[in-house]
């Protein structure tokens, strides 16, 4: 019999257990194991056993997801010195960063386009001088732009 507390097994998880406790679904753990991500303890029986510790390595991976890592970036980051990971981290703080100030940018113009008077945003002035500062500061050609195909306005 299962236990959600792990207490019949030692204090260990169950892969559907643990996975639960944070809302996600077995598979989800399965294929962090096949990336290198996370390791059970040990197999029973052929099932995956997690120790209580393991939660944190989860909460881990779920906050380095939020902060937009990927998975092969969070293994790297596992399996580096601590030299090694500060630097990454510190590199991967300038990409937010610039992220950020992107999504300000993007905000700001939402924002202008929700409270444009001009009768359609399309016509807009503001919104053109915007988007023309935006052209010319750069900010749309950016490395590892990928699969945003943006169709031409009216088309």
């Avoid at 598979?27 to 944190?56: D, I, K, N, S, T």
């Avoid at 999504?103 to 008077?117: F, G, P, S, T």
């Amino acid at each position: 019999m299962r236990s959600s507390t792990g207490k019949r097994n030692g204090g260990e998880l169950s892969i559907g257990d643990l996975a639960a406790e944070f809302g996600l679904g077995p598979h989800v753990l399965r294929h962090w194991e096949a990336m290198g991500v996370l390791v059970p303890v040990r197999r029973v029986g052929g099932q995956r056993r997690y120790a209580p510790e393991q939660r944190l390595q989860v909460a881990l991976v779920l906050s380095a997801q939020d902060a937009g890592m990927s998975l092969e970036r969070i293994r790297e980051l596992g399996g580096a010195d601590a030299e090694r990971r500060g630097a990454a981290l510190a590199e991967h703080l300038a990409e937010l960063d610039q992220r950020l100030e992107r999504l300000r940018a993007a905000r700001e113009m939402v924002a202008h386009a929700v409270a444009c008077e001009s009768g359609d945003v399309l016509e807009c002035p503001n919104l053109r001088r915007m988007l023309e500062e935006a052209v010319e500061s750069g900010c749309h050609a950016r490395a590892g732009r990928t699969g945003h195909a943006v169709r031409a306005v009216g088309r």
